[in-house]
């Protein structure tokens, strides 16, 4: 087993930008090519708690298909890295410019270009985000499911293989892209799918890109799945004695069958902390925040199967509710946990875990991380999408206290060992990026990754997508 | 827009097998590796229309990876072609040894290796079929709903991408299988993805060998997503009095979010055929098969919404079933459509088709095509996963007459145009293998097609492993 490379640790070597390659972004894109030093440094970041690295050389705003292409085409000519870049929420050092080279902003290609209410398809440029996504589409009575918390852009979420909290019902951007255009390392531009909703077409290049993290391609057109809005939505949440009572009550739910849309798991601590944060007087113990979609019976089924499930894992003070601004006030706890936390420790930096395990496997996994967690003394907040099995540990520590970042990493190790020894996997949605290429070789061993490698050298000879990220090469 | 290769104009271009490598792999497999001329020919073809081609100089039973493992190794170095082979039942041609070569039969390696019916998940060898699976884990009260109408191996399954009746409920291969060990062109052992239900780890190389029809790797096990049988089970046929009216029905159907597990077209024709030969007694109309899913309120419910959309379309004489027996007989139809349509022509052959289009434009697609195949005067039979938007025509041919041949081939060369000019592709779930070549060029582009041709070069630089299928090289 090898241990993650820290964030401190991190091996930074930029190749030099030409300045030809510069001269000649300039000239092609005018006022499109930004050299503002603000303009950089805000590229040459993300949510991650990396330690800065130098920022790309510069930030062209593409707006157009052809504009992506002929940056690569560009930056292909002079060998220099390329990094796609939509609104810079990635968690996991996706966006630094580790080996240098410039930033293809994407955020100016924000058009929803069809949408196909016939078909549950839509077809949108890569800068689109979610919500935007959906306030576009809001009059059509349909609804694109992925909600990773933040409002990220469309294409990123592709690059990653986004979830969140709705993908226990509805799935991730694995089984809701349909079809992408992308622009490959050679400036090309290709397609790959079709808005058919099952196809034996060859190699699934679509599969193969999304997830990829802008290595292998950037993608400049997304088609996705919609779907109709339920015509019923119930919410509860609802109390536990315990984390290990809570994992089994949606254990259980999911081995049923029931299709629950969202099953949410807050602990004790962060219960407690958002209570801090905004006096909701919410039972400091575990809590599950669940959602049920479909019709009105349907929905009225599913929340009776699990109250009752709920009930005799001791679950308590149940709380429903059915129109928005109740369900919005239910949700307040989880929406809001990642502030509460960041607010309970003045200055601090929040390092998140992403493991997901088979479900049979999540209370063994969860109660052991939090045993080791607590034995440190280290504060964190817990929330988990745990009808997946994935989980984030926020561990709370002081940036510039060498020892508490130790202390996170070190957590976040076994707690990666761990999962991976009960058959899960080290990222369940936020993508390896940097942080995660230790555990990545941990997870699919070298052949694997070989294989990985091999894909990226042959479609990627001159290493210009996104170097220095998911592996090394 | 290229044609297809039509079956007879197939270039045939073995490479000669060398007798070093024949003698080797005797020494190294003794009774499993056979040269016998009846196990050989049985190993050179499959249930494609395919004109025969001479079969592989041998065949190995592999009975473990280290199996396959050693026979491609050999097969490696000697480079020298391999083919896997589970049960023979492609529609494609994957199976024939156009480049000559060996075939690795994993139809020995039929083990369930594990069942978690806790976490929803099961483990096998290739070689297990989909009827087998399900005999070994009805007792956990839990099923693998994927039904490609043959009793396919799972290997299989995988390589092609296959779906069938129940994918409209429960997705294809591409959602449900979450994890491989593949053995590569170099005769290495790796494994891609976790038990996991979802990942954000890397490139996606589960999905990237789903579907690659035995071109990157040689498929050893496989862990699948298997689900909780359901509650209870309700079919119903309808009849209707046109295409269109039965597919507008399935259209809105799945507009409104109806979660049908089975929505099956088959036409007049079919109809006809099947009361010929199995003496059904049924309205020799356009008719719907239909099976919902779900808790008994669930499946009512699910079932008086289709009832309601159906009678708006003039559906009749509709019949409901609900036990086992029952709804064996009202399906009987649809099993039997494909001897029926042989029958109804003796000493006929069916070329099947396979497009897949978006649902809205479905009707459009199977209206124009019906008249023209009327028009020629061709007898054929239409059936479809139509919820998918997933349809095949079988076009009865004397596999004697080029003519008919011809007129099949272009019936079957109008429809993909008319699929993919309908943003559609060649084949929901056939995969391409060799019969659709021409096709996936004219789908893909051949952007995409080099992308998938330096993929393959990169991965099996010696071009072993199934050569000669899904794109030139």
Redesign the interface.
């Given at each position: 087993m090898n241990a993650p490379t820290p964030a401190h640790h991190l091996t930074i070597a930029p190749r030099a930008t030409p300045p030809e390659l510069v001269a000649a972004l300039q000239q092609r894109f005018g006022a499109q090519c930004s050299l503002a030093q603000a303009v950089r440094d805000q590229h040459g970041r993300d949510e991650s708690v990396f330690v800065s690295v130098p920022p790309p050389a510069a930030v062209v705003f593409a707006e157009s298909t052809q504009d992506v292409a002929d940056a690569i085409a560009l930056a292909s000519q002079y060998e220099t890295p390329v990094i796609a870049f939509g609104v810079g929420s990635s968690l996991e050092g996706h966006l630094l410019a580790v080996q240098g080279g410039i930033s293809i902003d994407v955020s100016r290609m924000n058009n929803v270009l069809s949408v196909?209410?016939?078909?549950?398809?839509v077809t949108v440029q890569p800068g689109v985000t979610r919500k935007q996504l959906n306030e576009e589409i809001k009059s059509t009575g349909l609804f694109f499911p992925i909600d990773p918390g933040a409002d990220a852009s469309i294409g990123g979420m592709c690059a990653?293989?986004?979830?969140g909290t709705n993908?226990v019902r509805y799935?991730?951007m694995?089984?809701n892209v349909l079809a992408l255009e992308v622009v490959?390392a050679q400036g090309?531009?290709?397609?790959?799918g079709?808005?058919?909703?099952?196809?034996?077409?060859?190699?699934?290049?679509t599969?193969?890109m999304?997830?990829?993290e802008g290595t292998?391609g950037i993608i400049t057109e997304v088609t996705l799945r919609i779907?109709?809005l339920?015509e019923a939505i119930s919410a509860a949440i609802c109390s536990f004695p315990s984390i290990a009572d809570a994992v089994h009550t949606v254990?259980e739910t999911?081995?049923?069958?029931v299709?629950i849309a969202r099953v949410e798991l807050i602990d004790a601590n962060t219960v407690r902390m958002v209570n801090q944060y905004a006096k909701l007087g919410l039972r400091e113990q575990p809590m599950l925040l669940m959602e049920f979609h479909g019709?009105p019976?349907?929905v009225k089924?599913q929340a009776e199967t699990v109250q009752e499930l709920a009930s005799s894992h001791g679950g308590q003070s149940f709380e429903w509710a059915t129109t928005p601004e109740e369900r919005t006030r239910l949700w307040t706890a989880r929406h809001n946990a990642y502030f509460a936390a960041i607010q309970s420790k003045p200055g601090c930096r929040a390092i998140s875990t992403?493991t997901?395990?088979?479900?049979?496997?999540l209370a063994d996994c969860l109660l052991d991380s939090i045993s080791e967690a607590d034995a440190t003394g280290i504060p964190y907040f817990l929330v988990g999408h745990v009808g997946?099995?994935?989980f984030h540990f926020g561990y709370l520590i002081d940036p510039d206290n060498a020892q508490e970042f130790e202390t996170a990493e070190t957590l976040n190790h076994k707690l990666v060992q761990r999962?991976?020894s009960l058959?899960?996997?080290?990222?369940?949605?936020?993508?390896?990026g940097l942080h995660?290429m230790g555990?990545?070789r941990d997870?699919?061993?070298e052949?694997?990754?070989?294989?990985?490698r091999?894909?990226k050298?042959?479609?990627d000879p001159k290493n210009i997508l996104n170097p220095g990220k998911?592996?090394a090469l």
């Open positions: 196909n209410p016939e078909d549950l398809t990653t293989r986004a979830s993908a799935g991730t694995r089984e490959t090309q531009t290709i397609r790959t079709t808005r058919a909703k099952k196809s034996s077409a060859g190699y699934d290049l599969r193969l999304v997830g990829s292998l779907y109709p339920p254990i999911i081995q049923l069958g299709p019709s019976a349907g089924e992403d997901c395990v088979p479900i049979s496997r997946d099995g994935n999962a991976l058959g899960g996997t080290c990222t369940g949605e936020h993508g390896v995660k555990f990545l997870e699919a061993g052949g694997a990754i070989d294989m990985m091999t894909i050298r042959a479609l998911i592996f």
